[in-house]
């Protein structure tokens, strides 16, 4: 499915075509690739356990199988940790299925931040027969010391953030950039979905449903990026929200099927008591 963006200049007009699965831009049910740890603003520096999960974050009726894992690394004070042999494979547990997921464990000791990257093998979707790959960005903070939050790591799929993902009280924004090899993608199509659950971290499984959604469109709300690639979402619950942009990848095909390479972004909202 193609989405367009029309841009008038004087008398010009520039067209700028992004392209996506159609699945993942008319589903009410989106699919997002989490990176999930329960806090990303640690007041001091300690182990903290990640889960890794392929799943439709608001309505949480499927979890899909996770065919793999590429690359899974952090990035602190500009230096890059190899995280791949950290993972393990377990069964995560939603409400309605179970799937292949993994979990790790990371010592966030350092201060700043540390940026993980996980780029899954794609997943094949049946329905459309095509493939989908989420390149998905999460950053935990270590004593309010900023560091990398920002940094430009020139990923295939990319949403760089202008806002520190893990900073925001609840009623703020997040504001980013979404990128392809550090190049700008205008009038990205985006995804956003709220977690509407807390994740149990011991028994590998979904809690009960937080919120109800008046109408599907607010289950999957889907904002446009600007000509310049930009923009921002009013975040209006505390919690962890997750941003994906649609097919911006360079990667368009993946064992001779269309492929959707997608940028994923996490950040976490905090509650004002």
Not at 35 to 55: R, S, V
Not at 155 to 167: C, D, F, G
Not at 206 to 230: H, L, Y
Request: net charge neutral; proline share 4%.
């Amino acid at each position: 499915m193609k989405q367009s963006g029309i841009l008038l200049a004087g008398k010009k007009t520039v067209l700028s075509t992004v392209t996506a699965i159609s699945i993942m831009s008319t589903s009410a049910f989106a699919h997002f690739q989490m990176l999930y740890t329960p806090n990303t603003a640690l007041k001091k520096g300690q182990t903290i356990e990640l889960k890794h999960l392929f799943t439709h974050p608001f309505a949480d009726e499927h979890t899909m199988d996770m065919a793999g894992v590429e690359e899974f690394y952090v990035i602190n004070k500009e230096k890059k940790t190899d995280l791949k042999n950290a993972l393990k494979t377990i069964t995560f547990k939603g409400n309605h299925n179970s799937g292949k997921a993994y979990e790790s464990t990371y010592k966030a000791r350092k201060m700043g931040d540390h940026v993980f990257i996980l780029q899954p093998v794609p997943y094949y979707e049946a329905n459309e027969d095509a493939y989908i790959q989420q390149i998905t960005k999460m950053v935990v903070n270590v004593a309010g010391t900023p560091t990398d939050w920002d940094a430009e790591l020139g990923l295939k799929a990319e949403i760089v953030p202008l806002t520190k993902p893990y900073a925001i009280w609840e009623h703020g924004s997040f504001t980013g950039i979404v990128k392809s090899n550090g190049k700008v993608v205008p009038y990205a199509e985006i995804e956003v979905e709220y977690l509407n659950r807390d994740v149990n971290m011991k028994s590998d499984s979904m809690g009960k449903t937080k919120v109800e959604a008046p109408q599907d469109a607010f289950v999957t709300m889907t904002i446009k990026a600007n000509k310049d690639g930009e923009f921002t979402f009013s975040i209006p619950k505390a919690g962890f929200w997750g941003f994906c942009a649609l097919g911006v990848g360079s990667d368009k095909e993946y064992k001779g099927k269309e492929l959707s390479q997608d940028a994923v972004i996490w950040v976490e909202a905090k509650s004002m008591k």
